[in-house]
């Protein structure tokens, strides 16, 4: 079993920031990427960003130079800093893993851009 705890989301102004969490646990074993995954009403779920082992980063077009990802391997904790926030960055945002026993996702939490 892999449980995966995000945390962090809520409401901000056009302009605010906000640092989501997400924590796992459980049958833990070489997390290879850790990422972040956003998806709004009628849309697929789309990456935001990951990050590998290695520390290695990848962006959405849309977020670069705005969020940053980073993970904390002692804490099984991959982060997401998300500055700049944009009406159109509401959504439902998900973490992921993945390890050689599978793919885990997170529960969601919502972001809310709005004035």
């Known amino acids: 079993q892999v449980q995966l705890v995000e945390s962090g989301g809520g409401l901000v102004q056009p302009g605010g920031s906000l640092r989501l969490s997400c924590a796992a646990s459980?049958?833990?074993?070489?997390?290879?990427?850790m990422g972040w995954y956003r998806q709004t009403p009628g849309k697929e779920r789309e990456l935001v960003a990951d990050?590998?082992?290695?520390?290695?980063?990848n962006y959405a077009d849309s977020v670069k130079g705005r969020f940053t990802i980073s993970r904390d391997n002692a804490k099984n904790t991959v982060y997401l800093q998300m500055n700049s926030l944009k009406l159109e960055d509401t959504a439902v945002y998900y973490c992921?893993?993945?390890?050689?026993?599978?793919?885990?996702w997170g529960q969601g939490t919502q972001v809310t851009v709005s004035s």
């Open positions: 459980g049958s833990i074993f070489r997390i290879n990427t």
């Open positions: 990050i590998t082992s290695g520390g290695r980063t």
């Open positions: 992921n893993i993945r390890m050689v026993s599978g793919i885990y």
